[in-house]
């Protein structure tokens, strides 16, 4: 199996040539589209968009991300094995999902001789198409990444920086995802679960509870969500409109 998240869109033909692409290399495979909506250009987002995958998916899957701004500079194009195997640019995408695979082994994909698996050239700003959508169906197919990549060590793999910080009380976390609801799911996990969330900067005191019903339409809340990181919520509204937030910015935190 393959999973494919992307920043591409669904208008214009990338997402389909991409698919073409990796069945063409190993028409016997199985694709599950994750998302192609993350938002443009945010590694943040979707190197959370696929942890989620990565933690359901059975061994031996093959995650294919792309969200690529610096496709066709000198970032590198990789491969982590682990009991799953992402397919990534080396600009911080696997950083999110690492934490669940495992991770053994690292490689970076040779241009040139993915080339000679498929025959076409390479474009410099499709990388999704040429690069990564072969190198997962190739691994997939079961071809060994030394046939068409040099291996790396995982420490030389770029990581985002998204560990919670802490100064005595007060939790310094940082947006990673905003969902369609407007929920604002922030970078602290494994906490201990508090009665209620301080947020200082915007002079908020909410309640934390299990669920959105909880409270009544239109008011804040923290829970734990869906995936088990702390979030932000308005009952049948937007926290991220109610509050100004989006990916990536700052938030700090007193859990009390």
């Known amino acids: 199996m393959i999973t494919l998240t992307t ?28 998302t192609h909506a993350v938002t443009r250009h945010s ?11 990565v933690k359901y998916s059975p061994e031996g899957t093959v995650h294919i991300g792309v969200v690529d701004p610096g496709v066709g500079t000198e970032r590198r194009a990789v491969i982590v094995e682990g009991n799953q195997w992402l397919v990534v640019p080396d600009n911080g995408l696997a950083t999110l999902p690492m934490k669940h695979i495992k991770p053994r082994r690292a490689w970076e994909i040779d241009l040139e001789r993915i080339r000679r698996f498929t025959g076409w050239r390479i474009s410099s700003t499709f990388h999704g198409r040429d690069v990564f959508g072969p190198a997962g169906a190739l691994i997939e197919k079961g071809i060994p990444p030394e046939e068409f990549a040099e291996e790396v060590s995982l420490g030389s793999l770029v990581k985002l920086d998204l560990e919670p910080k802490k100064e005595k009380d007060l939790w310094l976390l940082k947006v990673i995802y905003v969902d369609d609801f407007g929920n604002v799911i922030l970078n602290l996990e494994n906490y201990e679960r508090p009665k209620a969330v301080e947020l200082p900067d915007f002079g908020l005191l909410i309640p934390y509870l299990d669920t959105y019903g909880r409270v009544k339409p239109g008011e804040l809340l923290a829970l734990p969500g869906s995936h088990d990181y702390l979030e932000i919520a308005v009952n049948q509204g937007s926290a991220s409109e109610r509050l100004g937030l989006k990916v990536g910015d700052g938030v700090r935190v007193s859990l009390v």
């Open 7 to 34: 920043d591409f869109g669904l208008k214009g033909p990338y997402v389909g040539e991409m698919k073409a692409a990796i069945l063409r290399v190993n028409p016997g495979t199985k694709l599950v589209d994750v």
């Open 43 to 53: 590694i943040v987002e979707g190197s959370f968009v696929m942890e989620q995958v």
